[in-house]
């Protein structure tokens, strides 16, 4: 590892907001494990986020879990985040992560056209999206109708009820990377002209209401975190918004519809996200919103997570700068704690040396 040569302290404040508290500024990144046969999470699933509890992690965001919609995930063992199973599942994992000490929230999450058609868990489920296209703009089914759009809000709004029912510190909505959500938001998904298409703030109008139904759901104290990116899947280089203008289009109605964290989604944190400044995408969420961000993409390692191939550690200095000079709140580490649940104890401790690169092959594995 490249030495880290500063003090770590600043990852080690304390982080208190108006809705949400923690003992540090590391956030445990979402990550689809896919270790939950029929949706269900089981005692190892429990145990993995325990773990990192255990090791002074300062809020898990689960892997991405399924609301109730027949197309929300493609693969039987992605957990659900419905059902009686399900439920049950889950209350045990908040269980051991508040008994560890530690915080969580569930990622709500509908893969939309990234779906197959005759994907698990329901092989009848057509896959869904604004305007029936694929990433690649390959039209698979019809545009969602009205109804089933106002459906979906619902099914969004069902599971952040039961989040706040089950013990959960509060949810995570994945707006990001090319999924449901984030395919209303890129105008080269959605083709719609009713009132969830259009200029990018009518294209917003779906997540908007999401985040509208939950606030009605779980009230005004429980922390509602929407995460978001400008990149796809199929396209690295795709933009929501080309200049803090246009992102400021898409984020003052989702502060107005009650997000309280935006978790502003990177391949690699370092880089800025416009011209003329040195702000990353979570750093100028920052100063348009004024809300606590998260900062993620690359955290600890050399290379960007979207490759997923192996990757050595690296110095956290360029991190701790940005974050002692506020340009964003909280750090989210994703492959890093995928492969050593002691991450963040290590770092803590000083303990540079004992730090693990990335395998791939910790995919196959929970640690």
């Keep these: 590892m490249t030495q880290t040569n500063i003090s770590t302290e600043p990852i080690f404040k304390s982080f208190n907001s108006e809705k949400l508290s923690l003992s540090n500024r590391?956030?445990?990144a979402p990550m689809t494990r896919g270790f939950s046969p029929g949706?269900?999470?089981?005692e190892d699933v429990a145990a993995y986020y325990r773990r990192r509890a255990e090791n002074e992690v300062g809020l898990i965001v689960t892997e991405g879990t399924g609301i109730n919609h027949p197309s929300s995930v493609s693969g039987d063992s992605i957990p659900l985040f419905h059902g009686e199973e399900s439920l049950k599942g889950w209350e045990e994992v908040v269980k051991q992560v508040h008994q560890a000490g530690g915080k969580i929230v569930p990622q709500l999450w509908h893969?939309?056209?990234?779906?197959s058609e005759g994907d698990l868990p329901n092989e009848e489920a057509s896959p869904v999206g604004p305007s029936g296209l694929t990433l690649d703009g390959e039209k698979v089914t019809e545009p969602l109708p009205e109804e089933e759009v106002v459906a979906l809000v619902d099914a969004y709004a069902q599971a952040a009820a039961d989040a706040k029912l089950l013990g959960f510190d509060g949810i995570e909505i994945h707006g990001a990377h090319g999924y449901l959500i984030d395919q209303f938001l890129?105008?080269?998904t959605n083709h719609r002209t009713d009132r969830y298409g259009g200029d990018l703030a009518g294209r917003t109008q779906f997540a908007v209401e999401i985040v509208e139904a939950c606030r009605r759901e779980v009230g005004p104290d429980f922390p509602i975190i929407f995460r978001f990116s400008q990149w796809k899947m199929n396209d690295f280089q795709a933009k929501l918004a080309h200049n803090p203008d246009e992102l400021n289009l898409m984020l003052q109605p989702l502060v107005k519809a009650g997000v309280d964290i935006f978790h502003c989604s990177t391949r690699r944190f370092w880089e800025p996200e416009f011209e003329g400044s040195d702000l990353n995408l979570a750093g100028w969420t920052k100063k348009l919103t004024?809300?606590?961000v998260i900062s993620v993409g690359s955290v600890g390692l050399d290379g960007e997570f979207t490759s997923f191939s192996g990757a050595n550690t690296t110095s956290l200095d360029g991190l701790i700068k940005k974050l002692d000079n506020g340009e964003f709140d909280l750090v989210a580490i994703g492959r890093s704690l995928?492969?050593?649940?002691?991450?963040?104890?290590?770092?803590h401790g000083g303990?540079?040396?004992?730090?693990?690169?990335f395998n791939k092959e910790a995919l196959q594995k929970l640690y």
């Design 338 to 347: 995928l492969m050593d649940p002691e991450w963040v104890k290590k770092v």
């Design 186 to 188: 890129w105008e080269n």
């Design 351 to 357: 303990r540079a040396d004992d730090l693990l690169p």
């Design 111 to 115: 893969v939309g056209m990234t779906r």
């Design 290 to 292: 004024g809300k606590p």
């Design 26 to 28: 590391t956030v445990m």
């Design 39 to 42: 949706g269900v999470p089981g």
